[in-house]
């Protein structure tokens, strides 16, 4: 038959006995103590009468009171040999006798407990949501931004903005730590199929995912979808500068996505990004960048909620066009070295055009303002820059750019009341069309006595 583990030699049995029962004992009372609720009892009742105020204070005391003696009572079980709980309890006692307070009656509701946060659930889930993220930083909602680049070309700053730039060639839009954007503008030669001068058309990369939606229309065949040059009867005065090629890169982030280039070219406006997908890749958080279609070969918009920015690129006639809402924290992420920006610094100085240059005479201007008119009705900047662009060019197919812009400014600007720019002085000096008449009269006349 085996011993007992206490019926060893009495040293060993009594030393190992003790250990046995000291741990015992030990285990039972941390039990216990950590069982006892009365801390959360005097917390609660603190939190009861720190602000009792009027002339009912009286009553709700009393209320505080009894709700304390039934919390005590509750945890007395669990608070046996606590002298915390002793004091409590006689504590409770006394001050009921001294302020009057029956044992039965109404007590206090009980005191809210908020929810934990749970901040493994919040970074699984919303790293990649910018606008969940940043209310749970900072307590409130992100302020966004709003740009815009379209026509001849113009530029709207995220500061509100807004210039007619001389900017061929290619010039970053953006280019801060999350996003850059380059446009590219070639002079468009006047002809009813305006193409880019001194640039050879190319088929796009493709990669095996073109499909007849995403392939490359001839623009000399009748099925193509984008409109031609609408030739409107004269000349125009300048060559236009359009942007004809659009490059967005969105720059890894290791939480979220892998790093995404969209590019669009005239006729080529394709609804997925340049390797084919249509999202931010493989990793958990690919879904917080998205790609969709609202006009096949005309308007795309891509939401990058990881960065709370939504971007929309737009054909029309023969030019892109592209309006941004970004997040300001996104939006003001870049170094010294990244000053260059149209949407942050607008077109250098002398880069800018002035829209009071496009003295055409009065028959163009009061054309080109009742196609303006129909699309814009109110005269502000989208407004005098598409009588800019149509007097120049001759082309009303930048009635649509100004419109596409005016709407994508609508969705996207943050301050409704910030929508409408106005700028004196800066639309086309228009010779009206009665001055027109006399001068036309008068040369007749001088004609008829000459001969």
């Known amino acids: 038959m085996g011993k007992s583990a206490c019926s060893t030699s009495p040293q060993q049995r009594e030393s190992t006995c003790f250990i046995l029962r000291a741990l015992f004992l030990l285990l039972f ?6 069982q006892c609720k009365i801390l959360r009892c005097n917390a609660d009742y603190v939190a009861a009468t720190l602000n009792l105020r ?54 206090s509701p ?110 000399k065949s009748s099925h193509s979808k984008q409109p031609r040059q609408m030739d409107l009867g004269w000349k125009g005065s300048r060559l236009p500068e359009v942007w004809q090629q659009l490059t967005i890169i969105f720059k890894n982030m290791k939480e979220c996505i892998d790093q995404k280039v969209y590019q669009a070219e005239i006729d080529n406006l394709p609804a997925a990004f340049e390797d084919g997908s249509v999202n931010g890749g493989e990793r958990p958080g690919g879904s917080s960048l998205t790609i969709q279609e609202h006009a096949p070969g005309q308007h795309v918009e891509i939401r990058a909620a990881y960065i709370g920015t939504t971007i929309a690129v737009r054909q029309a006639g023969r030019q892109l066009s592209f309006s941004i809402r970004a997040a300001e924290e996104v939006a ?45 009705p109110v005269e502000d900047v989208y407004f005098q820059s598409c009588v800019f662009d149509v007097v120049t060019s001759g082309d009303a197919n930048f009635t649509l750019a100004a419109h596409g812009a005016l709407e994508d400014a609508k969705m996207f600007h943050p301050d409704a009341e910030k929508l409408h720019i106005f700028q004196t002085g800066a639309g086309c000096c228009l010779i009206s069309l009665p001055f027109l008449l006399v001068i036309v009269t008068s040369n007749l006349l001088a004609i008829q006595l000459c001969f």
């Not at 009372?29 to 950590?34: I, N, S, T």
């Not at 003696?69 to 709980?85: E, F, I, M, P, Q």
Request: net charge positive; with cysteine.
């Open 29 to 34: 009372c941390r039990h216990a103590c950590c």
């Open 54 to 107: 009027g002339s009912n204070k009286d009553a709700a005391y009393c209320n505080a009171l009894r709700s304390y003696s039934h919390c005590t009572r509750k945890t007395a079980r669990t608070c046996r040999g606590d002298l915390v709980y002793h004091s409590a309890v006689h504590g409770i006692e006394d001050l009921m006798i001294q302020h009057n307070c029956s044992k039965e009656g109404p007590t």
């Open 110 to 219: 009980p005191r809210p407990r908020p929810p934990a946060p749970n901040h493994q659930g919040f970074v699984s889930l919303d790293i990649c949501n910018y606008e969940k993220s940043f209310l749970y930083k900072h307590g409130q909602p992100p302020t966004y931004q709003h740009c815009a680049a379209f026509g001849d070309p113009h530029v709207r700053t995220f500061q509100d903005e807004f210039h007619t730039c001389r900017v061929e060639g290619s010039w970053p839009l953006l280019d801060n730590n999350y996003l850059f954007v380059q446009a590219t503008s070639y002079l468009v030669a006047k002809s009813s199929n305006a193409t880019a001068t001194g640039k050879p058309r190319a088929r796009p990369y493709c990669a095996g995912w073109c499909t007849d939606r995403h392939s490359f229309p001839d623009p």
């Open 332 to 376: 003001r992420s870049f170094t010294e070295e990244q000053d260059l920006q149209l949407c942050v610094g607008g077109c250098p100085p002398s880069q800018r055009i002035s829209r009071s240059e496009c003295r055409h005479t009065g028959i163009a201007t009061e054309t080109a303002r009742l196609l303006c008119k129909e699309k814009l």
